[in-house]
């Protein structure tokens, strides 16, 4: 329980600080290859983590299978809720530059 108040708390944190512009620019610039090391650092080792858990490679076979029925629901849900809140408040426009 206190690991995910410290996730939401650094989430809060982090947030508020950009809310404020007091975020350097070019660590702001940096943000995305930050946020895709760190994606692919937490893969590799969710992946190690599976890969040494005895009883998950032994139920891989039913795990797998709602893995992908929970992983298409989500997709096709998150597309179906991004298109119908895209009618009710409409596209935003883009600022000219």
Do not use: P
Request: aromatic share 10%.
């Amino acid at each position: 329980m206190s690991s995910i108040l410290l996730y939401l708390g650094l989430l809060i944190v982090g947030g508020f600080l950009s809310f404020r512009g007091w975020i350097h620019k070019g660590l702001s610039a940096k943000i995305d290859k930050l946020q895709l090391a760190c994606l692919f650092a937490l893969l590799f080792v969710m992946g190690m983590r599976i890969g040494m858990n005895d009883s998950v490679l032994k139920a891989f076979a039913q795990i797998g299978l709602h893995a992908v029925l929970y992983a298409t629901f989500t997709i096709v849900g998150s597309v179906i809720a991004v298109h119908l809140l895209l009618k009710v408040f409409g596209k935003k426009k883009e600022a000219k530059q």
